[in-house]
């Protein structure tokens, strides 16, 4: 069965730095592009971050550009997310997935095998 698990997420000041992760369990996603999106309360789901399967692209959304960088591990089966100067409005809940159609797309519905979430909370 396949699964996906986020970690990382917790309380951190405004400025301050996160780095979550997004493990694949139950089934190789190495040739698949991943991606990460985030919900914050009483708002739709929106893209942050997309790595293509071999981790050559990728794609960050403007509202994070140049403050979040997306990677993948050597064994390309984890996705991280590096978040740095944080923000209060960068509080929300934090899903990897994978790219069904492997074009690293920015979608959600394109995407599939939702992990939990992982909470982000940015204090100011």
């Known amino acids: 069965q396949v699964q996906l698990v986020e970690s990382g997420g917790g309380l951190v000041q405004a400025g301050g730095s996160l780095r979550l992760s997004c493990a694949a369990s139950?089934?190789?996603?190495?040739?698949?592009?991943m991606g990460w999106f985030r919900q914050a309360p009483g708002k739709e789901r929106e893209f942050v971050a997309t790595i293509s399967w071999s981790g050559e692209y990728t794609n960050v959304a403007d509202s994070v550009k140049g403050r979040f960088t997306i990677s993948r591990g050597n064994a390309k089966n984890t996705v991280y997310l590096q978040m740095n100067s944080l923000k209060p409005e960068d509080t929300a809940v934090y899903y990897c997935?994978?790219?069904?159609?492997?074009?690293?797309?920015?979608?959600?519905?394109?995407?599939?095998?939702w992990g939990q979430g992982t909470q982000v909370t940015v204090s100011s």
């Open positions: 997935a994978i790219d069904r159609t492997n074009r690293a797309t920015t979608v959600s519905f394109q995407y599939d095998h």
């Open positions: 139950g089934r190789t996603f190495s040739s698949y592009a």
